[in-house]
């Protein structure tokens, strides 16, 4: 009579790797490949983070135009920073990043029209690229976005507000136009306003900050002096404006263009 073959049964001191050094299995080898996985995920979080440090760019389509968009990323350990360009505000500022596995996570401001949205990011990090959902917190507007690495983005460009400026705002229903006469130098802005008097109004202590212009002036109303204060956001051929008294009794915004 044929005897049945003895099953081997080798005993591990690894509770879980039991099942692999059954019927005879190599213990020392399930135990060798159990590390190697184990030590392959506890690693691959932190190399995803050490990869995200960089410039990252692509596009989304907003209402049939592309957007061309910059990230600039800094992480250490599982916290982003950084900012992004090309929306209405930029660069704008990145809150709360986060990276999870492989799951980026952020929000930044934005102003369009007018009013500021609040945009959430989440995005999925793969190797050279990072595919996002994005869109304002309260979910009207959403859009996907890949973006790739790029080449660290060149220092910005000192901005230039010289020239002169064109724009009207509203006073009691009448549209009031105006021309600034602008010139700039290490950060320091003067000029003149014509409009707000027969006289051109001189232009005080005018800062420039990134993007963001800054001064006042004395204009004579109905036979009083008053001192409007005025910041502005610089963009691409044009100031945004938000100006008014001193006391903020009264208060008006102007878009100007350069001509």
């Not at 003895?6 to 590390?35: D, E, K, Q, W, Y």
């Not at 690693?43 to 135009?65: E, H, I, M, N, R």
């Not at 934005?110 to 999925?124: A, E, P, R």
Request: with cysteine; net charge neutral; hydrophobic share 40%.
């Amino acid at each position: 009579m044929r005897r049945r073959p003895r099953i081997r049964v080798i005993h591990c001191t690894v509770p879980l790797l039991n099942s692999l050094c059954f019927l005879g299995g190599n213990c020392m080898r399930a135990v060798s490949r159990f590390a190697l996985v184990f030590a392959f995920a506890t690693v691959l979080p932190g190399a995803w983070a050490a990869d995200l440090s960089g410039a990252w760019k692509g596009a989304f389509d907003f209402q049939g135009t592309t957007i061309p968009v910059t990230l600039n990323l800094k992480s250490d350990g599982k916290t982003v920073s950084g900012t992004v360009e090309g929306l209405p505000t930029t660069p704008t500022d990145i809150h709360d990043g986060a990276l999870t596995g492989d799951t980026l996570t952020f929000w930044v401001n934005t102003d369009y029209q007018g009013q500021t949205y609040k945009l959430i990011y989440k995005g999925k990090v793969s190797a050279g690229q990072i595919v996002f959902d994005f869109g304002t917190e309260d979910g009207t507007f959403t859009a996907p976005l890949t973006v790739t690495k790029g080449v660290p983005p060149a220092p910005p460009a000192p901005v230039d507000v010289g020239g002169d400026w064109k724009g009207a705002f509203d006073l009691n229903g009448t549209q009031m136009p105006v021309t600034l006469h602008l010139k700039n130098a290490a950060g320091a802005v003067t000029g003149t306003i014509d409009g707000l008097g027969p006289a051109p109004t001189e232009i005080h202590e005018g800062k420039l900050d990134g993007a963001t212009v800054t001064f006042w002036v004395n204009a004579d109303y109905q036979g009083q002096t008053y001192t409007l204060v005025y910041k502005g956001k610089i963009a691409p051929g044009q100031i945004d404006f938000d100006f008014g008294t001193a006391d903020q009794s009264w208060g008006a915004t102007i878009t100007v263009k350069k001509t």
